[in-house]
């Protein structure tokens, strides 16, 4: 592949819902410009863009693919995403990273929830976007209707066609291209007069195109307004300006499964998508705060990292954008996110899992490097001397939660450093260890989401895990002032055991714990507090009412006695911890759950469902919020009821809802509620015991 400069590149996102034609489009530009000689397709299995495993097996996009098209002296960074909203993080990514988004919009299901969440996204990172309406051979195929609902995406941009359909369902021939005013049969290289049956709407369509690109350009609009004819250049330069600022949205038409439409749309995005030197500066954090990089060679070295995989052959492989400055290979480098120094070997630019060597990524560029030690998902390489941190997107808070659990002991050693590299390569997994519940909790968007990440450990990583529903982790707590006392004596053969503590334990408004010593006269000597310490936080990992942690309590050792030959640190631990367990139990004691903030955003027409099935789940609605025929419900949700929520609103939705959660506090479980837990607790005890 030869060398690209910076004003030579484009850097595009398709972005879209699921099964709307994002991968096969790609591989039809990859076909067209002679990349490969004969076209996959999604359901064999054999497409440049979808080579994992898992993608091929479920015929479904599962990551973002770099997919470089060369084309008129061009080269054309295509990022193919997912479109299932389990791999959002996927998405964001690429978006990050990219200079514009063509969003795919099928041709018969028009508008779906997947479109709509990138859309927002898209608002995020202010990214010019363009529409390509997608399989137009589809039987039932309707462009007008498809281009009318497209104002559901924006009701501040307006969407010009720059292509019309030449037929449609099966007579779709080709495009009608309105910015030479030709008919382009097929891939689109040989260009006709546009037949009679479609002048007019040609010609309607021309002047809208022509009015917008006028809007683009103050000398424009005065010799538009005067009556004279703009040029091709003219308005091509006129209505970039508009799209970069979002007021007016392109709109294409393909038929990739066979290539029709193709060649004008790469045309078009080399003349409307902006450059990386036309792109808006990229925010970072330099030594004096806030700075802008501009995609120039002559910059500071800031090669973003934005994905990192595990490969089977080479190791780690780290994809990087080059947002300044140029990168060459066998060079070293300086990793600002971690204060490390990595050495970069060989270059490469991948067209799905191809690897092809480069010497020089420039700005602007996207390319990987295989096998760094400590460079992660997120970071900033450059130079040592110019410390600068590309500004990292913020991705959704997890949705879905399991309890994994490895299915051999050899599987045991490896589930910590194995969930570590799952979660390195993907920023919306997570995982911890919850010590409430001494579960191993892996956090994910959805249930795809977390299989996917199951079986990558297999066949990755070879650790083989288990899934289970994760157990709430509650606390306990204690709601007034209790007292107990406790003496624990134990006579052997040689010296005993003696201790005996007095407690007081009373709730604690700041902080989680405090323990004090009220003891005068010496009836227990200072030298055994922390004995009596230890045995009281012992308790309060292990609960007293239902085996939860306590928390919020306040300790006081008020008095005791000890024997000068038999009181040893070991009899005051047990001492203080069943004294513990008594003032406890003395102290009304309660469980708290934890309380999720919730806000789901459904379309209106599900409302009312939503909010039925809220009311089920103990959710206490804080407010609602509708426009742009979306409701906005927020709601204070106990997390017992919400842990398979993600499955739950997609059913009663259609999938057209979304929402998120973040924890907001921990309060006292219903009394009917805590009877339960308890019960089943005991229960799980007693079947743990009998085993």
Request: with cysteine; charged share 25%; glycine share 8%.
């Amino acid at each position: 592949m030869k060398e690209y400069g910076t004003e030579s590149i484009r850097n595009v996102a398709l972005a879209s819902h699921s099964g709307s034609g994002k991968t096969i489009l790609a591989e039809a530009m990859l076909f067209t410009t002679g990349a490969i000689t004969r076209m996959g397709a999604v359901a064999e299995g054999n497409t440049v863009s979808d080579f994992e495993e898992e993608e091929i097996r479920r015929n479904l996009s599962l990551s973002t693919s770099i997919l470089p098209v060369e084309f008129k002296d061009h080269k054309i960074n295509i990022l193919d995403t997912p479109g299932y909203t389990d791999f959002i993080g996927e998405v964001i990514s690429a978006l990050s990273v990219a200079d514009s988004a063509v969003l795919l919009v099928d041709s018969v299901a028009g508008i779906e929830v997947g479109t709509e969440l990138v859309w927002d996204y898209c608002d995020q990172f202010n990214l010019p976007r363009y529409v390509m309406i997608s399989k137009m051979d589809r039987e039932n195929a309707n462009f007008k209707a498809v281009l009318n609902s497209l104002s559901r995406l924006s009701s501040d941009a307006t969407f010009i066609p720059v292509q019309l359909p030449w037929g449609e369902k099966q007579d779709f021939k080709g495009v009608i291209d309105l910015f030479s005013m030709t008919a382009r049969e097929g891939d689109g290289v040989s260009r006709s007069d546009i037949p009679d049956e479609y002048a007019d709407q040609a010609e309607e369509a021309r002047t809208a195109l022509v009015e917008a690109a006028a809007e683009g350009d103050d000398s424009l609009l005065e010799k538009y307004l005067e009556g004279e004819q703009l040029s091709s250049e003219e308005i091509v330069h006129g209505f970039q300006s508009v799209v970069k600022k979002g007021r007016f949205i392109p709109v294409f038409v393909s038929s990739a499964s066979d290539a029709t439409g193709v060649v004008p749309f790469m045309e078009a995005l080399i003349e409307l998508v902006p450059s990386p030197l036309e792109a808006d500066p990229k925010k970072a954090e330099g030594a004096k705060g806030e700075e802008l990089l501009e995609n120039k060679d002559s910059g500071p070295l800031a090669a973003y990292v934005w994905k990192t995989t595990a490969d089977p052959f080479v190791g780690k492989l780290t994809y990087m954008r080059i947002f300044s400055g140029v990168l060459s290979s066998d060079t070293r480098v300086w990793n600002h996110s971690r204060n490390e120094e990595e050495r970069l070997g060989s270059l490469y630019v991948m067209r799905g899992k191809e690897q092809i060597s480069v010497k020089t990524l420039h700005a602007g560029d996207i390319g990987t490097v295989a096998k760094l030690g400590e460079t992660a998902t997120g970071d900033t390489l450059g130079d040592k001397g110019y410390p600068i941190k590309v500004v990292r997107p913020d991705y959704p808070n997890a949705l879905f939660s399991v309890a994994v659990n490895p299915k051999t002991q050899a599987d045991s050693t490896k589930i910590s450093p194995t969930l570590t590299r799952l979660c390195e390569e993907d920023p919306t997994l997570s995982w911890n260890q919850e010590a409430s519940t001494n579960q191993t909790i892996l956090q994910g968007m959805g249930d795809q989401h977390i299989d996917v990440a199951i079986r990558k450990a297999e066949s990755k990583f070879q650790v083989s895990l288990e899934t289970e529903v994760p157990r709430v982790p509650y606390r306990e707590t204690i709601t007034k002032e209790g007292h107990a006392q406790y003496r624990h004596k134990k006579q052997t053969g040689g010296a005993g055991q003696f201790g005996e503590v007095h407690l007081r334990v009373e709730p604690l408004e700041e902080g989680d714990f405090e323990f004090v010593n009220e003891v005068f006269g010496g009836a227990i000597s200072q030298g055994f507090m922390p004995a009596i310490e230890k045995g009281v936080k012992g308790v309060m990992k292990q609960g007293v009412v239902a085996g939860y942690p306590v928390e919020k309590v306040k300790v006081a050792v008020t008095d005791g006695k000890e024997h000068p030959v038999d009181s040893k640190a070991v009899a005051f631990e047990v001492a203080g911890r069943e004294a513990f367990k008594l003032a406890v139990n003395d102290a009304a004691p309660v469980l708290l759950e934890p309380i999720m903030n919730v806000r789901v955003t459904v379309p209106e027409s599900n409302m009312g469902d939503v909010l039925g099935d809220l009311n089920t789940r103990r959710a206490r609605v804080q407010g609602m919020d509708t426009g742009h025929g979306r409701s906005v419900v927020t709601a204070l949700v106990p997390l017992a009821e919400i842990q398979r929520y993600t499955t739950d609103l997609r059913s009663i939705t259609g999938g057209r809802g979304v929402f998120d959660m973040q924890l907001d506090h921990y309060e006292v479980v219903p009394h009917h509620v805590a009877e339960e837990i308890i019960a089943a607790k005991a229960k799980d005890g007693k079947e743990e015991s009998d085993d």
